[in-house]
């Protein structure tokens, strides 16, 4: 049977949070992504389906009566979909390590260097686990995570690694084209690239370049930096690139940097784990050789 009519999972999963806790802002605490990124998710959703799910304008959120009858059906297939999942998770080995990252992280950074780990720790089966969100360890699948620290957990042992610094990137004609990026407000005249899950990114570089004229309105949102990378690689706007994750394209003049500007990322990427599993030797081996890794590294400029 043909899945074609499938409301996305993003936008379901956006539509349940609102609808359980009431508030835009409470779901995206919970889901840990910005208010703007959830509103854009349940409107993805609305358009999908071809009705309004919530009352607009109304606070806490109220539904529609399209939504009072929808949320019970999605809020009950959540349920379901976690508590087979729960039964199927299998008891993991300890021979075998799987590291949460993601994906942008895995490809650009992590996999170019794990033969090493590997050689080092023949005995081990490592199984990366990758993932379009960079927060929250799942530690139900995942023996340690590689992830950007929004929010820190309790009952979890963190350990900062490094913190990315934020630079927009284009294609070298975009830079000097007709259109040349020059200073930083040159950017309304061009796309926005964006990863909607961290709109803040782009917010925060603007800010400390004093561009606060420039907007977002004129963007194209992406799912995860790598996607926004690539577009902007191909000549289809401005992306806000997280140091050193587009390293290769800037050494081979796929993408340069039209402003000197730098600017830390708010949050630290770290590695985690429950604190009951932080003494197993797979995971301080693991630990060990990341932190040597990272230090190592010349391209990473705040090894915390």
Request: proline share 6%; aromatic share 8%; charged share 25%.
């Amino acid at each position: 049977m043909s899945r074609k009519n499938l409301p996305s999972l993003r936008g379901l999963r956006a539509f349940e949070a609102v609808a359980r806790t009431g508030r835009f802002r409470d779901a995206a605490a919970e889901l840990n992504v910005t208010r703007s990124a959830v509103s854009h998710q349940v409107r993805s959703l609305e358009t999908a389906i071809g009705v309004a799910l919530f009352e607009r304008g109304t606070r806490p959120a109220q539904l529609s009566e399209a939504g009072l009858t929808f949320f019970p059906v999605v809020r009950e297939a959540f349920d379901t979909i976690e508590r087979s999942a729960s039964s199927l998770t299998p008891q993991r080995s300890p021979d075998e390590l799987v590291i949460q990252v993601y994906v942008t992280v895995a490809l650009k950074w992590l996999i170019p260097r794990l033969h090493d780990f590997e050689q080092r720790r023949p005995e081990l089966r490592v199984r990366l686990s990758t993932s379009y969100v960079d927060w929250d360890f799942d530690r139900d699948h995942a023996d340690v995570g590689f992830i950007l620290a929004r929010r820190k957990e309790t009952g979890l042992h963190y350990r900062p690694l490094f913190r990315s610094v934020l630079t927009p990137v284009c294609s070298p004609a975009l830079a000097s084209g007709a259109q040349p990026l020059a200073r930083p407000d040159d950017l309304k005249d061009h796309t926005i690239l964006h990863v909607y899950t961290a709109e803040e990114d782009w917010l925060r570089w603007l800010d400390a370049a004093g561009a606060r004229d420039i907007t977002l309105s004129n963007r194209v949102a992406f799912d995860s930096y790598i996607l926004s990378q690539q577009a902007a690689e191909d000549g289809q706007g401005v992306a806000m690139t997280l140091g050193p994750f587009a390293r290769e394209e800037q050494r081979s003049g796929r993408l340069v940097e039209p402003f000197d500007l730098h600017v830390p990322h708010e949050h630290h990427w770290e590695l985690v784990c429950a604190n009951e599993d932080r003494d197993e030797p797979k995971i301080r081996w693991f630990e060990t050789w990341l932190i040597e890794q990272v230090g190592l590294d010349p391209q990473i400029e705040d090894h915390s």
